[in-house]
Structures are given as structure tokens and as C-alpha cells.
């Protein structure tokens, strides 16, 4: 019996300094993860910013409306969203309520900012494949003059496949192409 005492007094022993060396391990994890959760908020908070600007600008230079975009980050199942909302006059709307041309701006916004985003950029061409298709020809103008702005201000060559004649004002090269019978026929203007 006083072996078996010695033994489970030994184990005890044992287990109450492994739990202690857990607790030590616990208070620096805690530690840690309050400093990621920092950054995590600095980060978020760089990216809102860096989005939102980007957006807005886009926005507020195209359509009438003083269009702002948000970004809303939430935790849900244990994972950190965002959610994009537009402000307008103080109030938030989802992009599910707003026409296209606005969603459509706002997506060559966010295509622009993500690209300005990256640490090691690709080369600077994007490819738009009719970008404001949804947006109101009497905006076509304002449109084609944000396109070559954003161009030029970003060092950035956009290549645009588009039917709408006043996008087109805005390229330096502006190529017709054709098909006929299968055959694709490529014309500088």
C-alpha cells in the first residue's frame, strides 16, 4: 500500500507540474493571440480603407449620387467577413438592392484596389470585358474620362473588349473585329 501511495503521490506530483507548464503555455497563447487579433483589426482596418477610397473615388466620379462603399467585417462560424454595403445619404444598402451600373463601377473599383493591394503586383494590364454594360448611357462620358484618370494615375494599361462607342473614345488603340463565316477579322480604327 505504501508503494502504491509513493506512486499516485509521484503522479500527482507529475501531472500538477504538467499542468502548471500547460497554464504558463496558456497565458503566452492568450497573449499571442490578442496581439493577432490586433493586427487582424489594423489589417482590416487598412484594407476598409484602402477599398472603400478606391470604390468611392470610382463612384462619386462617375454617377450623381454621393455613393459610398463600405466594408463591414463580422464573425461568423468563427471566421472573420466582410461584407460590402453602399452608404448613400446615411443609409446602408446591400448591393443586391442598387442597379448594375452602380454594382458594375464599383467592381472595376474593387478589381483596381485588390490589383494596387498586392505585395508582388502581376504586370499592370487588366483585361475589361464590357465593364459598364449595365450602366445608363448618359453616363458613358464620365465613364470613358474615369477609365483613362484611373489609367494614367495607376500606371496601369487597360485592354477593353466593348460595344458602347463612348468607352472607346477613351483608347489610344481602338481595333474593329469582325466575323464572318467563322472568320475573325481584326481592323485598326
Keep these: 500500500l505504501q508503494g502504491a501511495r509513493?506512486?499516485?503521490?509521484?503522479?500527482?506530483?507529475?501531472?500538477?507540474?504538467?499542468t502548471d507548464g500547460h497554464k504558463k503555455e496558456l497565458v503566452v497563447l492568450e497573449k499571442a493571440r490578442e496581439v493577432v487579433k490586433q493586427v487582424a483589426i489594423l489589417t482590416q482596418n487598412q484594407l476598409e480603407?484602402?477599398?472603400?477610397?478606391?470604390?468611392t473615388l470610382a463612384l462619386q466620379s462617375i454617377l450623381d449620387e454621393?455613393?459610398?462603399?463600405?466594408?463591414?467585417?463580422?464573425?461568423?462560424?468563427?471566421?472573420?467577413?466582410?461584407?460590402?454595403?453602399?452608404?448613400?445619404?446615411?443609409?446602408?444598402?446591400?448591393?443586391?438592392e442598387l442597379g448594375g451600373g452602380?454594382?458594375?463601377?464599383?467592381?472595376?473599383?474593387?478589381?483596381?484596389?485588390?490589383?494596387s493591394l498586392q505585395s508582388k503586383r502581376s504586370r499592370p494590364v487588366i483585361i475589361l470585358d464590357e465593364p459598364f454594360k449595365m450602366l445608363s448611357k448618359s453616363y458613358g462620358e464620365r465613364a470613358s474620362n474615369t477609365l483613362r484618370l484611373l489609367s494614367e494615375k495607376l500606371g496601369i494599361q487597360l485592354i477593353m473588349v466593348t460595344h458602347n462607342a463612348e468607352l472607346m473614345d477613351c483608347g489610344n488603340n481602338i481595333y474593329t473585329i469582325t466575323q464572318t463565316q467563322g472568320v475573325s477579322t481584326i481592323k485598326e480604327n
Excluded at 480603407?49 to 470604390?55: C, G, H, R, T
Excluded at 452602380?102 to 490589383?115: K, P
Design 6 to 18: 509513493e506512486s499516485l503521490l509521484s503522479n500527482k506530483q507529475y501531472q500538477e507540474d504538467k
Design 102 to 115: 452602380v454594382v458594375d463601377i464599383a467592381s472595376l473599383g474593387l478589381r483596381l484596389a485588390l490589383w
Design 49 to 55: 480603407y484602402k477599398l472603400s477610397e478606391i470604390v
Design 66 to 96: 454621393p455613393y459610398e462603399l463600405k466594408l463591414n467585417f463580422v464573425q461568423q462560424r468563427n471566421k472573420t467577413e466582410a461584407n460590402l454595403m453602399f452608404k448613400i445619404k446615411d443609409k446602408e444598402i446591400s448591393y443586391l
